[in-house]
């Protein structure tokens, strides 16, 4: 069947006769989904949120606030781009202008829907624009939400160990639901369903990082109908592979994110001075939608989406996009290279950075890549012979980043990298020399960029999301930073080199110790570990790879818990709320600290570590990896 299109007074109507798909004219906003047999897959009767959209969120220029003002993006003008048997692209736009200021983000949006013949899904992508004759702003947010039948939709899918029947959007108001301390996360204390009684429901439980956030979506069991949000490509996200977004979660809601400052804070705004130009497109991704005759077989519907996600992998960069802003195959190129690692108080040559994250972003300092929104990135992993190549690079100026586990620090390529339409670059031999001044004396986890590998507690049992039970995601539980104050109430961690054990001993996150109603204080660890002959004169390195910091202040002191001022401070840092919101990670900081051998002794020494602000229990850090090196062993 070839497609039709279908123009009423205020919607216009995509059928390709597998699914049927109506929006607003010319708002471009989603109305109705039709497929398998349901006449709409979406919910129309929310309070709030309805249907599919897009939307942003935006502050005025000088804002250092993440949240600003909802912006529901509709369009003023349709446009048919496209249309002929095998193919219907439209286009929603919006011009900002004068007589709107204020009340929308100053940017030109054009909004494509794109449905193929025969294809059980379509395709949506957005071109933004910022003018010289625009004000400047903050650009907050941006994504596609989708708002599915609630009546339908009950079980989530978000990767293959985390999926389950979910609780309904009831379940999480008053008085079925009552709110915790954290405004997204909810108890349901007395849902429709008694099996999620007792349980913990938040969004952020389900967040995911962008290398993994392929494919996300619901399945309906009568009929049995998937509904799948597809991103092909990580090009178009900010912040990098690491970068955690939301997903799926209760309502039920599905969401493809392009720009947000979760898990990192306001680095990651896009923030526009009046007049600079600016352009970007987001997308194309793919809402997919699948079914099978028997309601016994729907879970394999995950199956198939993940099957389906490959090929559009593979499809990328598409073909049928009709914005001359989005390049095709031929109009991209690509780089090839070798990368290597040497430190030489490990290996004495280099060896291959194996399973090493490679990618081209905007040009910047080593390490920039991770608070990057404006342009666009691409990534790779290393080869066991520390080969790697990345294809379909869009043109554009560019620095080469690396990063490798097992290795602190950053890597970056010092020739600006230069892309232009069929090129293929071959960068060389490259070797990345990670920070060290000496051996090493002691060492405290691995440098992952993650606090994965310390103590996660169990969760109190009030505080239950039974998914993450026996999970290796269990830090993904609701309330874990209290359980530093069940498990230290009245003396701060203590960890002794050579005799503790980082897994079991060392808090996933150093966080507040609650006192009282609504009263925190400071927390200091202790590192206590020997020297046997401290090398008079000598400088000794302690290195603190930081996993995470929201709204926090580390001081380092060694041997005078006292000192003041102490020996090093990083002054207030971080807003990631990783710690809040049940991440293991958010933004990698990396600081050195120079020891002087006359502040340690022959014997016993120790290092205090304290995050120094108390005003909340969400403050604190999460460590990567701290190493004390001697002072060097060269003559």
Not at 381 to 392: E, L, R, S
Request: with cysteine.
């Amino acid at each position: 069947m070839a497609i039709a299109t279908t123009k009423l007074q205020d919607l216009v109507v995509i059928d390709n006769g597998v699914i049927q798909l109506t929006l607003t004219n010319p708002g471009g906003l989603i109305r109705g989904i039709r497929y398998n047999g349901i006449d709409n897959l979406l919910e129309l009767h929310n309070e709030d949120l309805n249907g599919g959209f897009w939307d942003l969120n935006w502050s005025e220029a000088g804002s250092a606030k993440t949240r600003g003002k909802f912006d529901t993006i509709e369009g003023t003008s349709l446009r048919v781009i496209v249309e002929n048997e095998e193919q219907i692209e439209l286009s929603f736009t919006r011009t900002w202008d004068p007589s709107v200021q204020g009340e929308q983000a100053p940017l030109r949006i054009d909004r494509r829907f794109v449905m193929l013949r025969g294809c059980p899904g379509f395709y949506s992508y957005a071109i933004f624009e910022h003018l010289e004759d625009f004000p400047g702003f903050n650009l907050n947010t941006t994504r596609i939400a989708f708002m599915l039948n609630k009546d339908k939709f009950h079980y989530m899918a978000v990767a293959d160990n985390r999926q389950r029947y979910m609780p309904l959007p009831d379940d999480r108001l008053p008085p079925r639901g009552q709110q915790l301390a954290y405004p997204e996360a909810v108890l349901l204390v007395d849902p429709v369903e008694p099996e999620f009684k007792g349980e913990v429901d938040d969004k952020y439980q389900y967040s995911c990082e962008n290398k993994d956030n392929r494919v996300h979506g619901w399945i309906c069991f009568d009929p049995p109908v998937g509904f799948w949000q597809i991103t092909p490509s990580n090009e178009f996200r900010n912040g990098g592979p690491f970068k955690q977004d939301l997903t799926s979660h209760v309502n039920p809601t599905t969401l493809a994110i392009f720009v947000t400052s979760h898990y990192a804070g306001e680095d990651l705004l896009l923030k526009f001075q009046p007049g600079e130009i600016w352009k970007k497109v987001f997308g194309p991704v793919f809402i997919y939608l699948n079914s099978v005759s028997d309601r016994d077989d729907a879970l394999s519907l995950w199956d198939d989406a993940k099957e389906r996600m490959k090929i559009e992998v593979e499809s990328w960069p598409y073909s049928f996009a009709a914005s001359d802003d989005f390049p095709k195959s031929n109009q991209r190129g690509a780089i090839r290279g070798k990368l290597l690692v040497h430190d030489r108080y490990i290996t004495e040559d280099a060896i291959p950075a194996e399973a090493a994250y490679v990618g081209l972003a905007r040009p910047g300092d080593s390490g920039s890549w991770q608070r990057e929104s404006k342009g666009y990135q691409f990534w790779t992993t290393v080869d066991k012979n520390g080969y790697f190549a990345i294809n379909n690079i869009r043109t554009g100026n560019y620095n080469l980043y690396a990063w490798v586990p097992g290795f602190i620090g950053d890597y970056k390529f010092e020739a600006a990298l230069t892309i232009n339409p069929g090129c293929d670059i071959d960068v060389g031999e490259l070797t990345y020399k990670p920070p060290r001044n000496g051996p090493t004396l002691w060492e405290i986890g691995t440098p992952t960029r993650s606090a994965s590998e310390f103590y996660v507690p169990d969760p109190n049992p009030l505080y239950i999301n039974k998914l993450y039970v026996n999970h290796p995601d269990r830090f993904r539980q609701y309330g874990l930073w209290e359980r530093y104050t069940d498990l230290y109430p009245e003396k701060d961690l203590v960890y002794t080199v050579g005799v503790s054990d980082y897994r079991k001993d060392w808090f996933y996150a150093q966080v507040t110790r609650r006192i009282g109603n609504n009263a925190y204080k400071s927390t200091t660890w202790q590192i206590k570990f020997n020297i046997d002959n401290v090398v008079s004169g000598g400088t000794y390195t302690l290195r603190l790879a930081l996993a995470s910091a929201h709204n926090s202040k580390l001081e380092v002191r060694v041997n005078d818990a006292d000192a003041n001022p102490p020996l090093f401070s990083t002054g207030v840092i971080g807003g990631d709320n990783a710690i809040a919101r049940h991440g293991i990670h958010g933004l990698y900081w990396l600081f050195n600290v120079d020891i002087a051998a006359a502040q340690l002794m022959q014997g016993e020494n120790t290092i205090y570590l304290t995050q120094a602000r108390s005003s909340s229990p969400f403050q604190g850090i999460m460590y990567d990896y701290i190493r004390l090196e001697c002072p060097s062993t060269n003559s």
